[in-house]
């Protein structure tokens, strides 16, 4: 069947990306709640319908490390994109005390899982990982969002600034300097995903922006610096698993296979790690942070008034 927005009730913003916003809707003849991106672009309607024609392989990514797509439709020149709603968000809003180690196992489990389910079964890289792109639900649900399947749309978004925080591979960065597309290839995304993992474990992004005087400078440091690495609590294993996603040279990664293999995801699913009850927690720390913050805030404004 095909979704439009007559079925949709409206409902709460989820957030805002770089493209557009994210919000909550119920979809009434089935009762399902989703979460609907708008994409604003200004296209012609034939280029419109040639990204929903590609868009819908997404109705062929059914994997439990995914998250479900429901269908898409254009209205004037947005697009409109359901998926399935997950009820605790993105990762980069839990992340905050820092993940620990039994969790970030079974959070790089379902990603790499994800991601080589996306490889192998569609012929998709993913050329997106990062935080904000893993969703979480309350019962412990893992899944990714936001791969890359229409070439057309990609061109589309007319990339005008990497932005402040780069996940890009250093390979990547300097095949966009040379205005070279064609260096992508799925070892990227593992670079990506061992960024991932530390910005996980210390909660917040590796190369913050504040320690450098300019984009250019922590560009330079990605490229020419040491990679980073997970913090010395953290044990052997995972930080050696992320030093084999964090090679400066691509081809020395590890393949999604060996990281399936690596004594990290090994231990991992040898153990059971309660993803629900974290997930609480952090829902819990996130919301006592904001409250602090609004009444710091209070405070203050009463104290300048
Ligand atoms: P960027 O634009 O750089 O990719 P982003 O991933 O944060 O950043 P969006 O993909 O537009 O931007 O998403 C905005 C926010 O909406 C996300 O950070 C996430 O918190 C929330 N969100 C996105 N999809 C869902 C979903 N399916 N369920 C619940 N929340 C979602
Ligand atoms: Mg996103």
Redesign the pocket.
């Known amino acids: 069947f095909s979704i439009n927005m007559s079925q949709l009730q409206l409902e709460d913003e989820?957030?805002?990306?770089?493209?557009?916003?994210?919000r909550?809707v119920l979809h009434k003849p089935t009762n399902v709640a989703?979460?609907m991106?708008e994409i604003r672009l200004e296209l012609d309607d034939s280029k419109l319908n040639a990204i929903l024609m590609e868009l819908d392989i997404l109705h062929r990514a059914v994997a439990p490390e995914i998250?479900e797509f429901y269908g898409a439709f254009f209205i004037e020149s947005c697009v409109y994109y359901c998926?399935?709603?997950?009820?605790?968000?993105?990762l980069?809003?839990l992340q905050a005390a820092g993940v620990p180690e039994d969790v970030l196992g079974r959070i790089t489990g379902a990603m790499v899982r994800g991601l080589k389910f996306l490889k192998d079964e569609l012929q998709i890289i993913h050329r997106?990982v990062?935080p904000?792109?893993v969703?979480v639900s309350r019962r412990g649900g893992i899944k990714l969002?936001?791969f890359g399947v229409s070439g057309q749309l990609e061109k589309s978004l007319a990339k005008t600034n990497i932005?402040c925080?780069s996940y890009m591979a250093p390979e990547r960065i300097k095949g966009e300097s040379q205005n070279n597309i064609g260096t992508y290839t799925v070892s990227s995304d593992v670079w990506s995903l061992g960024l991932s993992m530390i910005e996980m474990a210390i909660g917040r992004y590796p190369y913050p922006p504040e320690t450098y005087a300019n984009v250019f400078a922590q560009l330079t440091a990605i490229v020419h610096g040491d990679p980073p690495e997970l913090p010395e609590h953290y044990s052997d294993d995972s930080r050696d698993f992320v030093a084999r996603c964090l090679h400066k040279v691509p081809e020395l990664r590890a393949t999604y296979a060996e990281l399936l293999d690596h004594p990290f995801l090994r231990a991992d699913r040898k153990r059971s790690v309660d993803i629900a009850k974290w997930v609480e927690e952090a829902l819990e720390h996130r919301d006592r942070k904001m409250a602090e913050e609004r009444q710091a805030k209070m405070l203050q404004d009463t104290v300048s008034a």
Not at 83 to 90: F, L, R, T
């Open positions: 989820l957030g805002k990306g770089a493209y557009g916003t994210v909550k989703m979460a991106k998250v998926m399935e709603y997950m009820d605790a968000g993105s980069d809003k997106d990062k904000t792109n969703l969002c936001d932005g925080q």
